[in-house]
């Protein structure tokens, strides 16, 4: 069975660093692209980017360039997710995807429920 | 930067037709998908390439994108259909971008 499986629940301080991982099992890592969708309290969800594992060919979103650093370790099909200094509106459902090659999505995780309060 | 526009909420009667748009320049140039989310669950594929139909998707929902506006239609709808549904859509020049969602009420 293909499956997305995500860390779970955080809850951090501002400016504090965090990496989120996504374990993909049931299907060759290598061979898609793995990304991260991220939907705050009561909104929309928004396209973070993605990661090509295969070769670690990076795209952001235009809002996340330089916010968020996506990556991936082939050698433990393990995708992740990283911020430097955490801001409050960083709170969301952060969830980790699968992609036909650029195109759209086709498996998503249960989804990590990250919290930045002081 | 590239922009989907949804009507935030519509209604149907069960068993009757639910359109739902999606409004983007020249939106018929890229390929379309449709994602529908339930309260507490991750989103699931509906539609993808403007009319396809992943396994598991019931034959009642079908896709369409020409012009400036891709649609999803669900025909016959019923309870288990109320939900959130979120176009999406790419091209080779732009982003995966998101629209806003549509809050479907089966009254």
């Known amino acids: 069975e293909v499956q997305l499986v995500q860390s779970g629940v955080e809850v951090k301080k501002p400016g504090q660093s965090l990496r989120i991982s996504c374990k993909a099992s049931?299907?060759?890592?290598?061979?898609?692209?793995i990304g991260w969708v991220r939907q705050k309290p009561g909104k929309g969800l928004e396209w973070m980017g993605i990661?090509?594992?295969?070769?670690?060919?990076?795209r952001y979103g235009p809002s996340f360039q330089g916010q968020v650093t996506i990556s991936a370790d082939k050698s433990i099909n393990t995708a992740y997710l990283q911020w430097n200094s955490l801001k409050a509106s960083d709170t969301a459902i952060y969830y980790c995807?699968?992609?036909?090659?650029?195109?759209?999505?086709?498996?998503w995780g249960r989804g990590t429920q990250v919290t930045v309060s002081s | 930067s590239y922009g989907l526009t949804q009507p935030p909420s519509v209604s149907v009667s069960p068993g009757q037709t639910a359109s739902i748009t999606c409004s983007g320049d020249?939106?018929?140039?890229?390929?379309a998908s449709w994602y529908k989310q339930r309260p507490g669950q991750s989103p699931v594929l509906v539609i993808y390439?403007?009319?396809k139909r992943p396994s598991g998707t019931p034959e009642r929902f079908s896709g369409s994108n020409s012009g400036n506006t891709a649609t999803l239609t669900i025909s016959g709808t019923q309870a288990m259909d109320e939900a959130d549904y979120y176009c999406?859509?790419?091209?080779?020049?732009?982003?995966?971008?998101f629209g806003g969602g549509t809050k479907l009420t089966v009254l």
């Open positions: 995807t699968r992609q036909v090659e650029v195109t759209y999505v086709e498996l």
């Open positions: 049931g299907y060759t890592f290598t061979n898609y692209w």
């Open positions: 990661v090509y594992p295969g070769d670690s060919d990076t």
């Open positions: 020249r939106l018929g140039d890229k390929s």
């Open positions: 390439q403007d009319f």
């Open positions: 999406q859509a790419w091209d080779s020049s732009t982003p995966v971008v």
